[in-house]
């Protein structure tokens, strides 16, 4: 089955938008902290307790500024 519509054209990919964006740089800042985390744990750095504890505080602080962020943009967007 393909993904061609009615008319013979391929359906249009939806934009990217200012929400869109921002939850891929939460998950890439997410998933590069806990990379970086782990690795700084497996070569036992000094910092690697410090490292950690501020992982799980970005844990918590990403998610709920990203829905602080895309709170206002549905608030100043009237959504």
Do not use: H, Q
Request: aromatic share 12%; with cysteine.
């Amino acid at each position: 089955m393909s993904s061609i519509s009615e008319n013979g054209n391929k359906p249009e990919k939806a934009p990217w938008t200012a929400k869109r964006v921002a939850a891929v740089i939460g998950i890439i800042l997410l998933v590069g902290l806990y990379i970086l985390t782990f690795v700084s744990a497996l070569i036992g750095t000094g910092g690697s307790g410090r490292l950690f504890r501020f992982s799980l505080g970005m844990t918590i602080a990403v998610p709920i500024f990203l829905w602080l962020f895309c709170w206002c943009i549905g608030k100043f967007t009237d959504r």
